[in-house]
């Protein structure tokens, strides 16, 4: 199957500093990609959409100046989350879009990362 | 908008069968997956029903009901490392070309008991 990597898998930062995950698609190349935020015992909430070369679909409800996203080539997308404050702890995952000439495209999961903010 | 419902938590023994159900309201449905969470691991994908219809994939099958808005995962052979969270997740189209938007349910807490 196809590999999603991210980076780094856990973090903790001071309120008010920025961080910035990375999302790699390692044996594919992902023209879409998608980052969702989960928070404990929740469900993973689609916070926005990737495209390469364009920018990003924010889902309602999420900061596109505070959660910023750049898709610069077909293998990585970055978060980065800026002035961060400790109710933007949570679990970030993000995945890669595989579309296969056959017609077949399915999503593929990083395994995460875990944010806290002190 | 997309709204999922299935149940919070199950709770079943070790080598029983059990169905998580998921009821859905979607615009643009392309179908139905499933997918499996550990504590603090990332999604893991199960399965996915894109047509009316059982999906069989080794101790795990799923289910489809277009006309009703309604799938199952159904679980055989239960074994203590299946205890993890599973979500229903729905595919709804997307502006993107060829791309879709995964909603997921809120997820159903199962535990295995010897």
């Known amino acids: 199957g196809a590999v999603v990597s991210q980076h780094p898998s856990w973090v903790i930062c001071k309120s008010g500093t920025s961080v910035k995950i990375e999302c790699r698609s390692l044996?594919?190349?992902?023209?879409?990609m998608f980052w969702y935020r989960q928070f404990p015992k929740q469900s993973l909430m689609l916070m926005a959409t990737s495209n390469e070369g364009s920018k990003a679909t924010y889902e309602q409800g999420v900061e596109k100046d505070k959660f910023l996203i750049n898709h610069a080539s077909l293998t990585l997308s970055t978060l980065t989350v800026t002035s961060a404050h400790p109710e933007d702890s949570s679990f970030y995952i993000c995945?890669?879009?595989?579309?296969?000439?056959?017609?077949?495209?399915?999503?593929?999961f990083g395994p995460g990362t875990r944010l806290t903010v002190l | 908008g997309q709204s999922l419902e299935q149940p919070s938590e199950v709770t079943a023994v070790e080598g029983a069968i059990v169905q998580i159900n998921c009821t859905y309201q979607t615009s643009g449905f392309y179908g139905l997956s499933w997918y499996q969470q550990h504590d603090g691991g990332a999604p893991t994908f199960l399965s996915y029903n894109g047509l009316d219809g059982l999906e069989e994939t080794g101790r795990f099958s799923s289910f489809l009901s277009r006309s009703d808005s309604y799938g199952y995962l159904l679980l055989q052979e239960l074994q203590m490392k299946d205890s993890a969270s599973y979500f229903c997740a729905v595919r709804a189209s997307y502006s993107g070309a060829g791309s879709y938007q995964l909603t997921f349910g809120k997820g159903t807490k199962l535990s295995v008991i010897p």
């Open positions: 995945s890669g879009l595989l579309m296969a000439s056959s017609g077949y495209n399915e999503q593929f």
């Open positions: 044996d594919f190349q992902a023209t879409t």
